[in-house]
């Protein structure tokens, strides 16, 4: 397995635009987190799935934010109604460990979301 | 939420000069982790903690878990031109068993040649 995958890489779009980005996961693992990250910041917390149910979503995810999983692989992450401020780097995480928590989570490469 | 201190918040060495960063926190965390991300990438984990006093090394890396659980540090030793990039920590707070990690605001790592 290569590693956690994300598309689109960049993507511009006018405000008021819905866009929606995509994660696939490493194969084995049962965990997905989504987090958004600002310039000179470090990630936030968006939400986190096991397998295909959402088990956590932070205050930050508006009611414009809807997040899913639906087979427990692959997760979707929709924006609506864009506004400016949703301008930043949006990074899936994938984690494994059938046995318990697993704490180390494999970053992908991110989605570069600019809206104008 | 949580928030981790991290400093230096930035450091600019000469090639083959050791570093040392750390990163604190006003609530116990039971896992320290340390990542580093390159400028339009996403952050790749460089080493797990696990235990207060445990002492980590992955190649030039070195990373320790402090005693009063508050604290982490990462030494790199020998540093090279590729070492530039910022570095986090993150943990999740607490006994939290879902995963949710916080993480710092980051150490930006210059390395002249």
């Known amino acids: 397995d290569t590693g956690v995958s994300q598309n689109p890489r960049h993507k511009i779009t006018k405000r008021g635009q819905n866009v929606t980005f995509r994660c696939d996961p490493i194969s084995e693992h049962n965990r997905l987190y989504w987090y958004r990250q600002t310039l000179g910041q470090g990630p936030e917390f968006l939400t986190y799935?096991?397998?295909?149910?959402?088990?956590?979503k932070s205050r930050l995810l508006s009611d414009r934010f809807s997040a899913e999983r639906p087979k427990g692989s692959f997760s979707t992450l929709e924006i609506q109604r864009t506004e400016q401020g949703d301008s930043a780097m949006y990074l899936c995480?994938?984690?494994?460990?059938?046995?318990?928590?697993?704490?180390?989570?494999?970053f992908g490469p991110g989605t570069r979301l600019t809206v104008t | 939420g949580q928030q981790l201190n991290q400093s230096p918040q930035s450091m600019f060495i000469q090639e083959g000069e050791d570093v040392s960063m750390n990163c604190t926190s006003s609530?116990?965390?039971?896992?320290w982790l340390w990542y580093k991300q390159d400028p339009g990438e996403g952050p790749v984990l460089l080493i797990a903690l696990y235990k207060a006093g445990e002492l980590t090394s992955n190649g030039r890396l070195t990373a320790q878990f402090g005693i009063t659980r508050k604290d982490s540090f990462l030494n790199i030793s020998a540093s090279i031109p590729s070492d530039v990039g910022i570095y986090f920590c993150?943990?999740?707070?607490?006994?939290?068993?879902?995963?949710?990690?916080?993480f710092g605001r980051g150490t930006q790592l210059t390395v002249w040649p």
């Open positions: 799935f096991q397998n295909e149910a959402q088990l956590e």
């Open positions: 995480a994938s984690s494994g460990g059938a046995r318990g928590p697993s704490y180390e989570q494999y």
């Open positions: 609530s116990i965390f039971n896992t």
């Open positions: 993150a943990g999740p707070f607490g006994g939290s068993t879902l995963g949710r990690l916080y």
